[in-house]
């Protein structure tokens, strides 16, 4: 094992996610396992630059898995976006005795962690933090599988209301570019139609499939819809349409937002992210950097960090199909 990285920070960037707390706390307790000291940065690349450091240890991090958020705080930072504020960051590093940096985070998270190695040659590791699954180098990012249950569990609320009084909800989930959230928990929660950016419904389409369905006996239906779906400008316009265009349905809207975020972590994403951090550590230590660690097969594989950022995930075409039978 190699001796040169002695001391690790760790941080948390971008949007907070479920499973982020369960990350830093398996980075700091693999450290103290191999006698690497560690540190945590506060508020992400902002405090980077700010030298916001605190040392942790083992005990730093009790009591903090099955917290949703994360302890070091999240925060966006326009000054990292420029040299002059990475030189910043890595001379607090280089001053704090810092020799390497594992960054928890989604892409945007990563581009500053590639941007900054490329200036500095400072090692670093990604673990991929991010509800929304939308990098590749892993199945499934950290918080998604508690982001899915969150969701699904709003939606089985929204379907009692929707059976009571025969109407017609459009649930809005997160998922700005990708479908992954809506196609997922649409297919658990018995969505009548789950529209995403990946695939593009239409409207006269969407109508033409709700009036199936209540021709088969459906009294009220479930629509679920990423953040991101291109059919209308927001869904507030598609419950305008659909009132325009369909008669007997009481129409109504839920954006589920932020909620979705937060929460315990499931016990997926607990172990996940021990899974995680240990992998990120262990390959720093063993002269591996410049990578993600991501879940691929059941097993913890390195991405290198350019790949995972300029990659683009792709839709489950098989659940694509799962979703069109069950809404038959």
Do not use: W
């Amino acid at each position: 094992m190699s001796k040169a990285i002695k001391k690790i920070a760790v941080l948390t960037s971008g949007g907070d996610s479920p499973g982020m707390n369960a990350a830093i706390r398996s980075v700091v307790r693999t450290c103290a396992y191999h006698n690497v000291d560690c540190v945590g940065v506060y508020r992400g690349y902002e405090g980077l630059i700010e030298g916001d450091f605190k040392n942790m240890d083992a005990r730093s991090v009790k009591g903090i898995i099955n917290k949703g958020g994360t302890i070091l705080k999240s925060a966006r930072s326009k000054e990292f976006r420029t040299k002059e504020g990475r030189q910043k960051a890595h001379e607090n590093l280089q001053k704090a005795g810092i020799d390497g940096l594992v960054v928890v985070g989604g892409d945007g998270s990563f581009t500053g962690a590639l941007i900054f190695n490329q200036e500095f040659g400072f090692p670093v590791m990604g673990i991929p933090g991010t509800i929304d699954n939308d990098i590749v180098g892993t199945s499934h990012t950290l918080g998604f599988d508690t982001a899915l249950n969150t969701v699904v569990d709003a939606i089985d609320k929204i379907r009692d209301t929707a059976s009571s009084h025969n109407r017609l909800f459009f649930i809005e989930v997160m998922g700005r570019d990708v479908g992954h959230i809506a196609l997922n928990t649409g297919i658990a929660g018995g969505a009548e139609e789950i529209l995403i950016p990946e695939e593009d419904l239409g409207l006269e389409r969407l109508v033409e499939s709700l009036n199936k369905s209540r021709k088969t006996g459906k009294t009220s239906s479930i629509v679920i819809v990423a953040e991101g779906d291109k059919i209308g400008k927001n869904i507030f316009e598609l419950k305008e349409y659909v009132d325009e265009n369909m008669e007997g349905y009481d129409v109504r809207v839920s954006v589920l937002g932020h909620m979705q975020r937060g929460g315990a972590p499931s016990c997926f994403d607990r172990v996940l992210a021990s899974r995680m951090g240990v992998k990120a550590v262990e390959s720093m230590l063993n002269g591996e950097t410049n990578y993600m660690v991501g879940l691929i097969n059941s097993k913890m594989e390195l991405t290198p960090l350019d790949n995972a950022i300029k990659g683009k995930t792709k839709i489950n075409l098989e659940l694509l199909r799962v979703s069109d039978i069950m809404s038959t």
